[in-house]
């Protein structure tokens, strides 16, 4: 009858329901946004104190959360990738390594690479190496008591550690690398072809500092539709959970607050890892002098990701057979890159397994 309402089709109906639902969740996505101020996004979550400056680079003593009676004894050095910012191990409260390592009684230390400008530029490897990590060696053993201390190095932040273990190996006492590229020949991943092939010298010689911009857009187009448009259609799932949405968005303050880069320490990256494969041919040289992973003869920890597409297990796994010391250990997540910092069971599982093993050592 021409009085009744006509039924909708049932394709109809479910596209106008799942409208509905987007629109529900882009008004509590407004209303979330509304009550998130900057404090909110807060990162590098566990107290700290600055205990040495060096220009923009400065070493963090996070505080103890548990007694001294029950510290481990031999403090902990973390070196972290000159292409990112370190807070990635400290992003926030319920997602932090570094708290993980201080929950277990670990005394942890950090150095900070702040933000490098154009008077940076000429900056090499060997400054980060023989400058800036030795003296925060020197430092750490000034405080406790001149003995050699236990170093953490992260992704890139690991070949500079490996390069600082193989030249003053009377420094450290245990090694552990995490998401550390070794074989650079290994991979396929978009990364991996770009540093193969891209000219450093062209980036280098027209640019002097590498922009912060463009190492983010390396990362991004590794996978760029997931990267660039899948996860911030995902990104409606939790405009209505504000932890969630606050994950979402401190990630995202990570990823776009990659620093420059300096130039020359860019140029020696590139050509002597990624196009030479000179650290584990004992070709590379800093400083003059040439690193012989050989002479790492310290106790080895090497912690990898199974399905890290930046650093490939396939670059990780090699490091036991060209390191010195007869006591090495690999241990491996079944997770990304990112997800050995903020993963669930990484965070449950990764600090114990850190403490324990430096313990027995």
Known sequence: ???????VPAGVAEALSSQREIVRQLRAGVEQFAGIDRDDLD???????????????????????????????????????????????????DR?????????????????????DRGDRYLQLSDYIDGYVRDAVDVLRDRHGDEPVNMIGVCQGGVTSLCYAALYPHDVRNLITMVTPVDFAQGTEIVAQWGRSADPD????????????????????????ERNLVKYLGM???????????????????????????????????????????????????????????????????????????????SSRPLGDHVGTDDYTARSFDVGHIGMYVSGRVQRDLPTAVANWLRDR
């Open 43 to 93: 990162t590098g979550v566990s107290p700290k104190t600055v205990v040495h400056r060096d220009g923009k680079v400065a070493l963090y003593r996070f505080d103890p959360r548990i007694g001294e009676d029950e510290r481990h004894p031999v403090p902990v050095l973390i070196v972290y990738a000159v292409f990112n910012r370190w807070w990635m191990m400290d992003i926030a409260e």
């Open 236 to 314: 409606l799932d939790v405009l209505d959970d504000r932890e969630r949405l606050l994950s979402f968005l401190r990630m995202e303050k990570w990823i776009f607050d990659t620093p420059d880069v300096p130039g020359e320490t860019y140029r020696q990256w590139m050509t002597d890892c990624y196009r030479g494969n000179k650290l584990i041919a004992g070709e590379m040289h800093i400083g003059g002098r040439r690193v012989d992973l050989h002479n790492v003869t310290m106790p080895v920890l090497n912690i990898y990701a199974e399905r890290d597409d930046l650093i490939p297990p396939a």
């Open 1 to 7: 009858m021409s009085g009744q309402p006509r039924s």
């Open 96 to 116: 932090s390594l570094i708290r993980g390592l201080l929950d277990q009684g670990l005394d942890v230390y950090l150095l900070d690479w702040g933000h490098p």
């Open 202 to 225: 062209v980036a280098v010689d027209a640019l002097g500092m590498i922009p912060g911009e463009l190492v983010s857009l390396g990362f991004l187009m590794r996978s760029p539709f």
